[in-house]
């Protein structure tokens, strides 16, 4: 007899795949720009006006835990994961918010009071609005926001690399997987100042919407996504989607000085934790090689880990010698 597989078997990516490939066709008057599989969805008005709509939730101990983060923490996190989206597409500006929370009956009425309020003050922060939502009762806190921005030049998507494309990132990667570690093995009362910096990395990440900006509209971004499924499947999804490859050199990938300590000396921990490493939404990007002096004066701190190539799949070298790479990231499924 033939058994039934499991959504395990298919896995978050190969669920997306599925609904992608049933989703119903849209027609002319839908005006759709960019459809699922990537980072936002978008249309356009009858103006031409381009719109920007993602979505993200947050789950009760499978996002975060009552016990290591506050509700000011979740409400701001649950903020910036989607305006990291807006930002991945370029050029935009989030606006309008909607929220749905799932709470226990038994949560008490000024922790419900502390979430909204911070939920409030992320949005003030970014210049949006919540314009509506649901609440209904549930087992675990459950955060289900959906935000709209509106693009105001060309949206970036993740499909259009070239090669000989460089691939380029902002910030450092590896803290936020390392501050979960670090919270689910650790007593957080006793925790070490470079522990404390990985933790507030993973409890309180901060969207680039600001840095997107400003490199959208001085350079020639030719795809984008951000970082928050870790840097491996970033890469993967730049490439994949267009029949590309890239060669990066793992020892260029940024790292911080408290994830260095927290390795310990150990470069495979450390590679692991850059790669692997979820949830930190740093902006991931290609440009032609051309525009790199001119993104260096534009934006220092953006680092240059590996091209994009015509050969099939996503190639790891450390000075010069190909490494064994496979993914070893959370899985949803």
Not at 234 to 239: A, G, N, Y
Not at 249 to 261: C, G, N, Q, T, W
């Amino acid at each position: 007899m033939k058994r039934n597989k499991t959504l395990s078997s298919l896995g978050e990516f190969g669920l997306i795949d599925f609904i992608k490939k049933n989703n119903t066709r849209p027609q002319k008057y839908h005006n759709v720009c960019i459809d699922i599989g990537d980072d936002c969805f978008c249309f356009k008005s009858e103006r031409n006006s381009k719109y920007l709509v993602t979505t993200d939730i947050l789950i009760e101990n499978t996002h975060f835990k009552r016990q290591w983060s506050t509700p000011e923490q979740i409400g701001e996190k649950a903020v910036e994961v989607n305006v990291s989206d807006i930002a991945s597409m370029g050029a935009a500006k989030p606006l309008y918010l909607f929220i749905s929370l799932g709470i226990p009956k038994d949560t008490q009425e000024s922790y419900v009071k502390r979430l909204f309020k911070s939920i409030k003050a992320a949005c003030d922060k970014h210049g949006i609005h919540i314009s509506g939502g649901d609440t209904v009762s549930s087992e675990f806190i459950t955060v289900s926001i959906t935000l709209i921005g509106m693009a105001f030049d060309g949206v970036i998507t993740r499909n259009k690399a070239a090669n000989n494309d460089l691939i380029c990132v902002t910030g450092t990667f590896g803290d936020s997987g390392a501050g979960l570690d670090i919270l689910q093995k650790s007593d957080i009362k006793t925790l070490k100042l470079f522990e404390k910096q990985l933790v507030k990395k993973h409890l309180l990440p901060q969207a680039r919407i600001k840095t997107a900006n400003l490199m959208a509209k001085n350079i020639n971004i030719t795809a984008m996504t951000d970082s928050s499924d870790g840097l491996f499947k970033s890469i993967e999804l730049l490439t994949a989607d267009n029949n590309q490859g890239a060669c990066i050199d793992i020892e260029k990938i940024p790292v911080s000085k408290a994830l260095r300590k927290f390795s310990g000396g150990d470069k495979k921990k450390l590679y692991s934790y850059a790669l692997f490493g979820a949830e930190e939404f740093e902006l991931v990007f290609t440009i032609n090689p051309k525009d790199k002096p001119k993104l260096q004066r534009l934006v220092p701190q953006v680092s240059y880990i590996g091209t994009v190539n015509n050969t099939n799949g996503v190639k790891y070298f450390e000075n010069g010698k190909k490494q064994k790479v496979e993914y070893c990231g959370f899985k949803h499924f």
